[in-house]
């Protein structure tokens, strides 16, 4: 992509004359809300009965068919319509953790079941994208070709070409980040979902990097990853690189700090000598993030961590959810952070984190919050496909490939979607920032700059609540009132349903599964009609009479009794379809 020079107003005594009146407390809740729905606008696929995201349409319908494999579904990453799954791996990794470390404040906020869906949206992908073993598809689309175009993803025309690592096109960095966010969501769904967990399980035993290592015996217990910490931490870098960035692209920060946690948890045992180092390096990292270590990371006159000037943000809040959660193990294990400057205590570390959420909300030299809708005065020309084109649903006027750039990129107006809690690229090394639509390093949002923040946002809006971080993690249970549950209705509703993987095979190197659904009225009265959505389905169903884009009786039905249940099924090789009551009615 071109890169587009301008020039920037310079008004940095004014502004830092004004920045404390900028000050003020935030709604951190509020700001968890809009950052979830962030990920709603950036699904790809049949989009579910209850998007909140309305002015998206389904997209992307043929992904993968070219290569005879279901890729449909996912996230678009970016502020294009490439899905990279590097990134989208990583992304997953990020909001587990956060549900992992933080789920109890997510509940407590209610969104812990939007934070799950948006969890198990990336997933569904996942496991698609791994049709078989030592298989793994890792790109729908192309950049280049899809960067010369600006079309919303409904309009796609670019090429959707399939990439894919084997043995032969090997890709341990792709596969090493998959396994991770699998098997750390498989923690999150151990609970609610635990044929699911177990289904993620199977697809992360895949590869035995660092970082999928260290997932792989959070999730597991299993004392072969622990041990594969402990002999390659020091020939595969995990003890040696000394960062100050964590992202995407570098995760040593991440498994040092997650090894720190099984040496303080007491989990070492004879490793322990090698996890020490491990420690040592993670708080290296908290202490340059801190300004009190041997090799400090910049930060701009206005407090902001800064890195790079495209898309800085990733780094702000990835830094600053390890700064939350290393604090809290520091907490729980009653010790303080060793720097080069001296002990500091464990609070500093959160307060670095809720400065850097601040700025990103608006405490900052110009005022300007850099999350999309939070606030006043945010961006509104968002660097993004999506968001800058009129809705599908407004206007289905097919928008073609450079018309786009000719009639939507080129506007000088507000975006005509807004996308809702994305938090965008950042401003520059001194606080300036161009609301520019072209100035994609500062206006592009990202998914994996927004799910670091998830959990860190429930922590600051729900505190500690003086629990110990360091014991075994436990999601807690689900209100079927805040969370859409696939495998049952919430039992004081008139129509229940569930739902089980019933036998599961494999045909051509491919996995299939079937599943039984049962649709009990509980109701006192006969049920005369119902509409059932049903999304994420992929192959044939039986036992129910498709209407519309809903589902209804069989044929050889009219009415349900009052105590009576139906049953349908399915085959697909894929995890269970989302299924719903959209509507009924009674005698």
């Known amino acids: 992509m071109v890169k587009f020079v301008r020039l920037i107003s310079m008004a940095p005594l004014l502004l830092l004359l004004c920045f404390p009146l900028a000050l003020a407390g ?131 025309t670019t090429d959707r070409r399939a990439y894919k690592i084997d043995p032969s096109n090997p890709g341990s960095d792709l596969a090493g980040e998959t396994a991770a966010a699998m098997a750390a969501a498989s923690i999150v769904f151990r609970h609610s979902n635990p044929t699911y967990a177990n289904e993620l399980l199977t697809h992360a035993h895949q590869d035995e990097l660092l970082w999928a290592a260290a997932w792989l015996y959070q999730a597991t217990n299993n004392q072969y990853y622990l041990d594969y910490l402990g002999n390659n931490g020091d020939s595969m870098g995990g003890t040696g690189w000394g960062m100050t960035e964590f992202s995407w692209d570098v995760k040593y920060a991440g498994v040092q700090t997650l090894v720190a946690k099984f040496l303080m948890q007491g989990k070492a045992g004879h490793h322990a000598p090698v996890f020490e180092k491990y420690q040592q390096k993670a708080e290296d990292f908290m202490c340059s993030c801190l300004g009190k270590g041997t090799r400090n990371v910049q930060k701009t006159p206005g407090g902001l961590i800064y890195l790079q000037r495209w898309n800085n943000m990733q780094f702000v809040t990835s830094a600053s959810f390890l700064a939350s959660v290393y604090s809290d193990y520091l907490v729980s294990a009653g010790r303080n952070l060793n720097c080069a400057a001296g002990n500091v205590a464990p609070s500093q570390l959160l307060t670095l984190a809720k400065s850097q959420v601040d700025y990103i909300l608006g405490d900052n030299p110009r005022a300007t919050s850099y999350m999309v809708g939070y606030g006043n005065n945010y961006p509104r020309q968002v660097h993004h496909r999506g968001s800058s084109i009129v809705s599908y649903k407004v206007d289905p006027t097919f928008i073609s490939c450079r018309g786009g750039y000719a009639t939507w990129f080129s506007r000088k107006g507000s975006d005509p979607n807004l996308l809702t809690g994305a938090i965008v690229g950042g401003p520059d090394a001194y606080d300036n920032f161009a609301d520019e639509r072209d100035n994609y390093e500062q206006t592009e949002p990202a998914t994996y700059n927004n799910a670091p923040v998830l959990g860190l946002l429930a922590r600051l809006s729900g505190g500690h609540g003086g629990y110990n971080q360091l014991l075994p993690v436990v999601v807690p249970a689900l209100q079927s009132s805040n969370y859409r549950v696939r495998l049952a209705a919430s039992t004081s509703a008139p129509i229940s349903i569930a739902q089980k993987m019933t036998t599961t095979w494999i045909a051509k190197g491919k996995t299939y599964y079937r599943y039984s659904i049962t649709v009990t009225n509980k109701s006192a009265k006969e049920l005369k009609d119902i509409k059932l959505s049903i999304s994420k389905l992929y192959g044939p169903l039986w036992g129910l009479t498709k209407s519309g884009n809903s589902y209804a009786f069989p044929s050889w039905m009219s009415s349900l009794p009052a105590g009576k249940s139906l049953e349908f099924v399915y085959i697909h090789s894929a995890s269970a379809a989302d299924i719903s009551v959209s509507s009924y009615t009674l005698a």
């Not at 998007?51 to 068919?65: C, E, F, H, I, M």
């Not at 933080?102 to 934070?115: C, D, H, I, V």
């Open 26 to 156: 935030h709604d951190y809740g509020q700001a968890l809300s809009k950052s979830l729905l962030f990920f709603e606008a950036q699904r790809s696929g049949y989009l579910p009965h209850n998007q909140r995201v309305t002015w998206r349409a389904n997209s992307g319908l043929n992904d993968g068919k070219a290569s005879g494999v279901d890729l449909v579904g996912g996230y678009y990453d970016a502020g294009d319509n490439v899905k990279f799954g590097l990134p989208m791996a990583f992304t997953i990794t990020m909001m587990s953790w956060s549900i992992i470390e933080y789920g109890k404040q997510l509940g407590s906020s209610g969104e812990l079941g939007n934070t799950m869906d948006a969890v198990k949206w990336g997933t569904d992908y996942l496991i698609k994208a791994h049709p078989q073993p030592y298989v793994l598809y890792g790109e729908v689309g192309d950049g280049n070709t899809d960067h010369y175009c600006w079309q919303r993803p409904e309009d796609m």
